[in-house]
């Protein structure tokens, strides 16, 4: 039996002293699931969140981010719960980013009162986009006609089937720059005058976090573990709060990282497995 394990059985005041710091990991693209791959949602890291706050001796409260972002409301959402527990529960965050913490995932990591990379960790891309395809041509060259009845003249606003309308386009934008405007003031409230005055600095481009702490979107380069002991002694234990994990996964176990029959596989399984490929692949990852 581990000597862990033994302290356990002793009484409460014969057992060794030490830290306890609660950990959650957020990971992954969010807003993005399937029954595989739960995907980083308010829904699913409330829980974790409210257990890990809820640790009273805690002297602070950990976060790991590994996330190239997804959805805006839903990066807002996790941040104002974060917010909102730290300041009920009065412990300091801890924001330690792993491979990524870029758009959506920046966002979240801006909960921190200190953010802490690695030096090759990707941090930024204070931006948002939208991306899509244009195939009017290619059903024109195949004899195809589209035919779409709205009530509402702008309801077929954006129709890949369709010509590019500019005034459609116009008005995308115009709701980009809402949102860009609600992600830039959020980022300078959390990080205040550490921000650079780079004019690039919210022009949607990312950097590494050696550069990101230059840049004062990063406090200090360093790992989890490392800093943790620096903080709380050699003694910290950290406490994992994890994700919940998909229907599948949980009934399949390790067999689900493995190759899966076609007929357990879904198309929207598969959509979504490439959309998150793409969102670390716009990082170079």
């Known amino acids: 039996m581990p000597l862990s394990d033994l302290a356990n059985l002793l009484p409460k005041r014969f057992r060794p002293s030490g830290v306890t710091v609660p950990v959650v990991k957020l990971a992954g693209a969010i807003g993005i699931s399937s029954p595989l791959r739960p995907g980083l949602t308010f829904e699913g890291v409330a829980e974790p969140l409210k257990r890990a706050f809820a640790v009273k001796k805690a002297p602070a409260v950990a976060l790991i981010v590994n996330s190239p972002g997804g959805s805006p409301v839903q990066s807002r959402l996790i941040f104002k719960r974060i917010r909102q527990l730290a300041e009920e529960n009065e412990k ?105 005055e780079s004019e690039e600095l919210f022009s949607g481009l990312f950097w590494t976090g050696e550069t990101g702490r230059a840049l004062g979107l990063v406090d200090r380069l360093g790992d989890m573990h490392s800093d943790l002991r620096r903080r709380f002694g050699p003694e910290v234990t950290p406490k994992i709060f994890g994700q919940p994990r998909g229907f599948l996964r949980r009934r399949l176990g390790a067999a689900a990282s493995l190759t899966l029959p076609t007929g357990l596989v879904s198309a929207a399984e598969i959509a979504a497995i490439l959309e998150e490929r793409a969102l670390y692949a716009r990082y170079g990852l």
Do not use: W
Request: hydrophobic share 40%; proline share 5%.
């Open 92 to 196: 300091p965050v801890l924001v330690y980013v792993e491979d990524v913490a870029a758009s959506g995932g920046y966002m979240i990591a801006c909960a921190g009162d200190e953010i802490i990379a690695d030096p090759a960790s990707i941090v930024g891309s204070i931006g948002v986009v939208s991306a899509g395809f244009g195939f009017d041509r290619a059903i024109e060259r195949f004899g195809v006609e589209r035919r779409v009845y709205t009530a509402g003249s702008r309801k077929a606003v954006l129709d890949p089937f369709q010509p590019e309308n500019p005034e459609d386009v116009e008005h995308l934008k115009s709701l980009q720059r809402e949102v860009h405007t609600g992600f830039v003031d959020l980022v300078r409230e959390r990080r205040g005058a550490l921000l650079s």
